[in-house]
């Protein structure tokens, strides 16, 4: 009965991430051919101590500054890569019309390929698993 709930467990929470990780993936390859790239310098990085119950977490929030095909722009978001600094070079792309779209495509990329990655782990794993209990 309990490996019944943890097979349907991993191929349910496996099933899902491996569709979101998927979806994720596609839509920025959507995104690949109608934003232009750039290079962005990160000018101001704020790290930002939250605390939630019984756990500390880090907000990093950076000014990042790009030049657009007529004007110099920049944009606040919130950065996931710890190895990013202040005044690193970033590669990012925007939107032609909208230049405050902006997209790091080796942040999105990372995170969406490591959720899809997992689902692929639980799907094999619930297989495997599957396999080994009808023998």
């Known amino acids: 009965m309990k490996s019944k709930i943890i097979i349907f467990l991993l191929l349910f929470i496996g099933g ?7 979806y994720n993936l596609y839509s ?5 051919n109608k934003m232009e790239r750039t290079i962005g310098v990160v000018t101001h990085l704020k790290t930002e101590k939250t605390y939630r119950h019984r ?7 950076a000014r990042i500054q ?3 095909k007529r004007y110099c722009s920049h944009v606040r978001m919130q950065l996931h890569n710890p190895f990013i600094f202040q005044g690193s070079e970033v590669s990012l792309w925007y939107h032609p019309d909208r230049t405050e779209e902006v997209v790091i495509p080796f942040e999105e990329g ?7 990655l997992f689902g692929s782990f639980c799907l094999f794993l619930g297989t495997v698993i599957i ?4 023998k």
């Open 110 to 116: 990372f995170v969406w390929g490591s959720v899809g």
């Open 16 to 22: 899902i991430s491996f569709v979101a990780g998927s």
């Open 66 to 68: 790009y030049e657009t």
């Open 28 to 32: 920025l390859y959507d995104k690949l």
């Open 131 to 134: 396999k080994t209990t009808k």
């Open 55 to 61: 756990k500390i977490r880090y907000k990093r929030n």
